[in-house]
């Protein structure tokens, strides 16, 4: 997720929305890196989306909005919904069905109570975020605390270990 944003925030540094966020236009490379391909499509911030790729796009009355924030979260939170749950937003839902729940801003629940990678999709498909870098902060904020919660418990789990041992000598 981390580098996703990372790299739709880079486009953004420069003005630039790719425009067609999705599975089939996101590689890694031989290291591991993200890499965004297909920028045909890609626009200056402010320009009409004229195309795209349901459920990483969302229908507007006459087009799919204008490029920037707005139309690279929502893509992108699509993108970590298909990441977490390993399936399609309304993957087994009809195509004008599913137009229309895009349109309508009806979305599945998710669980943003206690849930961090749901309250970031939530976010995302509701264009919380004024930017893609302010995006990429929540992801890497969230990162943090997980690995952070992760050193926490090694640190019990050690201080358990060590305080056992020292009962067991005494």
Same mark, same amino acid.
């Given at each position: 997720?981390? %580098?996703?944003?990372? &790299? &739709?925030?880079?486009?953004?540094?420069?003005?630039?929305a790719?425009?067609?966020?999705?599975?089939?236009?996101?590689?890694?490379?031989?290291?591991?890196?993200?890499?965004?391909?297909?920028?045909?499509? $890609?626009? %200056? !911030?402010?320009?009409? !989306?004229?195309?795209?790729?349901?459920?990483?796009?969302?229908?507007?009355?006459?087009?799919?909005?204008? @490029?920037?924030?707005?139309?690279?979260q929502?893509?992108l939170?699509?993108?970590?919904?298909?990441? $977490?749950?390993?399936?399609?937003?309304? @993957?087994?839902?009809?195509? @004008?069905?599913r137009?229309?729940?895009?349109?309508?801003? %009806?979305?599945?629940?998710?669980?943003?109570?206690?849930?961090?990678?749901?309250?970031?999709?939530?976010?995302?498909?509701?264009?919380?975020?004024?930017?893609?870098? &302010?995006?990429?902060?929540?992801?890497?904020?969230?990162?943090?605390?997980?690995?952070?919660?992760? %050193?926490?418990?090694?640190?019990?789990?050690?201080?358990?270990?060590?305080?056992?041992?020292?009962?067991? &000598?005494?």
């Amino acid at each position: 997720m981390q %580098k996703l944003c990372d &790299a &739709a925030a880079c486009l953004e540094s420069v003005g630039y929305a790719h425009g067609d966020i999705n599975p089939r236009n996101i590689l890694f490379d031989d290291e591991d890196q993200v890499r965004f391909i297909d920028y045909d499509h $890609s626009l %200056k !911030v402010g320009e009409t !989306v004229e195309v795209g790729f349901e459920p990483y796009v969302r229908h507007r009355k006459e087009d799919y909005g204008i @490029a920037g924030p707005d139309t690279e979260q929502f893509a992108l939170g699509s993108v970590f919904w298909f990441m $977490s749950r390993g399936t399609e937003l309304y @993957a087994d839902i009809d195509g @004008a069905e599913r137009v229309n729940r895009l349109i309508g801003c %009806k979305f599945p629940e998710l669980n943003v109570e206690s849930d961090p990678i749901d309250a970031i999709i939530y976010d995302c498909w509701h264009g919380k975020f004024e930017s893609i870098a &302010a995006l990429a902060r929540r992801v890497r904020q969230v990162v943090l605390d997980e690995s952070l919660k992760e %050193k926490r418990k090694m640190c019990e789990e050690s201080y358990s270990r060590i305080s056992s041992c020292i009962d067991s &000598a005494s």
